[in-house]
């Protein structure tokens, strides 16, 4: 058997802690999988995950053996990739992160584009607001829209999103249109945070060249970009959101652009990796697309 395989299968039984799952992604019978873990942990010598019905988890040397064997199995991917740049097919396995508005609305529609040109490829795509850890998680890149906190990552800059405030024809008709700060003491604001149980700091706009909030009342608070926008279509309050995001809504009348002088400022984009020296020809590929992808929708 295979150690390379060995090593493989167990990795991903440990992303996914479910053998069932790991072997349809790598297109083996469950059963494969179960008994490659098996041949591995009779090979070492050490039980390396819990076992239960509902479950499966890696032991304390499972884990020592799943960070150890996660570089590795991205090297031997550098190390395929390193000689397949004479166009040849591209193989193997994508994982990405995103945020849900943007796989929903840019990249799922447009994904076969890239699948035509890359049909032995195989993508996994993670979306949501919340920020995944890359290198733990095991993503081969992630789009990150605002503030960047990890360092240790590389960032390939793609641009930036205007924010524009937003709100629906019921709500204006209910409370008005604000044009000045102080006329928003009689509005509603949906907050967003990124996690529930947190304050928002209100309504943001810049003022010579510096971010400033205001406190605004809202009886809805949301963390998921998708329910943000759908309060504001619902005519729960006012919200700042990247101009690409709702210009459809805009254009189309279910939502109304509002004090354009006081907006947020723009929100940087940015495509992130690991630090690797030769990162695979499928990543590259991907990441390039990707890039081209969202400067079409940062013209929007």
Known sequence: MNKLELLRTFARVCELSSFTQAAGSLGLPRSSASEQVQTLEAL?????LHRTTRKVQPTQDGLVLYDRCKELLVQMDELEGLFRQDGRA?????RVDMTTSLA????APRLGEFLDRHPALEIEISSSDRRVDLVREGFDCVVRIGELRDANL???PLGQFVQVNVASPAYL???GTPSTLDDLAAHRLVHYV???GNRSAGFEYQLDGKTQYLPMAGNVTVNNIDAYQGACLGGLGIIQAPR???HELLASGQLRSLMANFVPAPLPVNLLYAHRRHLPQRVRAFMQWLEELIAEELLA
Do not use: H, M
């Open 194 to 196: 990124s996690v529930l």
């Open 104 to 107: 929903r609305r840019v990249v």
């Open 90 to 94: 591209l193989v193997g396995r994508l």
């Open 173 to 175: 008709e209910r409370y």
């Open 154 to 156: 590389v960032a390939r």
């Open 44 to 48: 070492l010598g050490a039980r390396l």
């Open 244 to 246: 690409a995001g709702v």
